[in-house]
């Protein structure tokens, strides 16, 4: 029998789980490598250079940004949301009957985005803007495969808060200089 496929990540990133469902519903057994980003072990660096850099994250401006940056980042997310709304009149899932590639690819949508919702205080999904993508969003979610290696909404949103939190102070300090 194959050695499991050893996956490295962390519990509440999305890539992680795209990858762990798409393993999932493929039938490939894994083994999930928890790693720590505040404390990156060699295996990560070596497997994923690209931790060693230190890069602004794109949803940053939602958290620190109450003015114009945020409102053009809440507009854009509409339209692309808006997009995927479009794709699944009719489906149960993008591509027809079954998860396909694009539900996996799709996934934060299905259910970061409401505990970044939580955080942030911003409704980018609101219950009647976009209800064939909620409905889709609970299908996924509810999926048994995809369920096992979903984070809990409640530990999304203790770690998102952690993380706006320390945003914030590093912001603040680099001002304060």
Known sequence: MAEPVKLIGTL????????AAALR????PYELI??????????LLKHNPIHQKCSRPFWLAMWLDAGEEQ???VKEMKEN????EGQLQGKKF???DSIGYLDVAACGSAHWIYAFEEVTGVSLMGENEFPALRRWGKEYTENESVKECLPARVQLVALFS???DKYKMI???MLHQ
């Open 94 to 96: 993008f591509g027809g």
């Open 171 to 173: 912001t603040n300090g």
């Open 81 to 84: 949301l808006a997009l995927l």
């Open 25 to 28: 519903l493929k039938g490939v």
């Open 34 to 43: 928890l790693e720590d980003l505040q404390s990156k072990s060699e295996l």
């Open 12 to 19: 509440a990133s999305p890539f992680v789980h795209r990858a």
């Open 71 to 73: 409102k053009g980042f």
């Open 162 to 164: 952690a993380m706006k």
